[in-house]
């Protein structure tokens, strides 16, 4: 397992098997949470590359989670993923990137120095 480190956010056990899958199969090493609370414990006492971060958790929206992320680890960025394509121009203005959940995650934190 590589030391490149991506937080995966997400609370469907089914998508978060199938991201982890992809993810690793990219060589990257998936820390899975599945609430924005257990997010923000992981990115406090972690480095990491990069976050894919669901847009719709069980306990906070998604660009509350990224605002308490980018103050803990500026530097890191969040791609957010959402089955809810409308909403992608509203998103950007909270965001780094975003990601549909049609679309693949392999290879979206390739260009990216491990600043964190």
Same mark, same amino acid.
């Given at each position: ?10 609370? &469907? ?5 199938? *991201?982890? #899958?992809? +993810?690793?199969? %990219? ?5 899975? !949470? ?11 006492? &972690? ?5 894919? *971060?669901? #847009?719709? +958790?069980?306990? %906070? ?5 990224? !605002? ?22 509203? +998103? ?25």
């Amino acid at each position: 397992m590589t030391d490149i480190k991506v937080l995966c956010v997400e609370h &469907h056990a089914e998508y978060m098997g199938a *991201l982890r #899958y992809m +993810l690793e199969s %990219a060589g990257y090493e998936v820390m899975p !949470a599945t609430t924005g609370e257990q997010a923000l414990d992981l990115i406090r006492t &972690h480095p990491v590359l990069g976050v894919l *971060l669901e #847009y719709d +958790l069980p306990d %906070a929206a998604g660009t509350a989670v990224k !605002a308490e992320m980018k103050r803990i680890k500026p530097k890191v960025p969040v791609l957010l993923f959402s089955g809810v394509g409308s909403q992608t121009p509203f +998103l950007l203005r909270f965001l780094d990137s975003y990601l549909r959940n049609s679309e693949r995650p392999e290879g979206v934190f390739e260009d990216l120095d491990d600043d964190s």
